[in-house]
């Protein structure tokens, strides 16, 4: 059973950034002084755990009081395909509707733009490079009211 969890502590900020750097810095090849930066202090970070082992990670930050930001979204490998990659953002998002933020923006690697649209986010950009791989920002609408 997979459990979702915002990192209260410093054990699961680690989780986060242990899953992070599995995912962007040695699978994808991003410097790890562009995975983890300024914003890590600020963000709330999420974590997916598989009993005691972090399998997923994601962080969401304010832009302003209505507008949030997520970013790092990944999932290990060996675990891809069993739909954690929603369960993480179910979560950012119930978590940005409880802060009063009623649109998210995203930055997505563009492989996986069909997977954001599926969850009702548009494109919002042309195709540029972060980190020598391919984003579109992404955008979403959030109804406070559900």
């Known amino acids: 059973m997979y459990e979702v969890k915002i990192a209260t502590s410093e054990q699961e900020r680690e989780a986060a950034f242990t899953v992070r750097k599995k995912v962007f810095v040695e ?10 930066d300024e914003h890590d202090q600020t963000s709330s970070h999420f974590v997916v755990y598989d009993g005691p082992k972090a399998i997923a990670a994601g962080r969401i930050r304010s832009i302003s009081s209505e507008v949030g930001k997520v970013e790092r979204v990944c999932v290990l490998k060996e675990y ?6 929603v369960l993480i953002m179910n979560a950012l998002e119930e978590h940005a509707k409880t802060t009063g933020i009623h649109k998210i923006l995203l930055n997505a690697q563009s492989y996986a733009i ?8 548009g494109v919002t950009s042309p195709e540029f490079m972060d980190a020598d791989i391919p984003h579109r920002a992404m955008e979403k609408q959030i109804d406070l009211s559900l």
């Open 27 to 36: 699978e994808q090849g991003v410097p790890l002084s562009m995975e983890i």
């Open 80 to 85: 891809r395909g069993q739909h954690l990659g």
């Open 114 to 121: 069909p997977f954001y649209e599926k969850l009702g986010y």
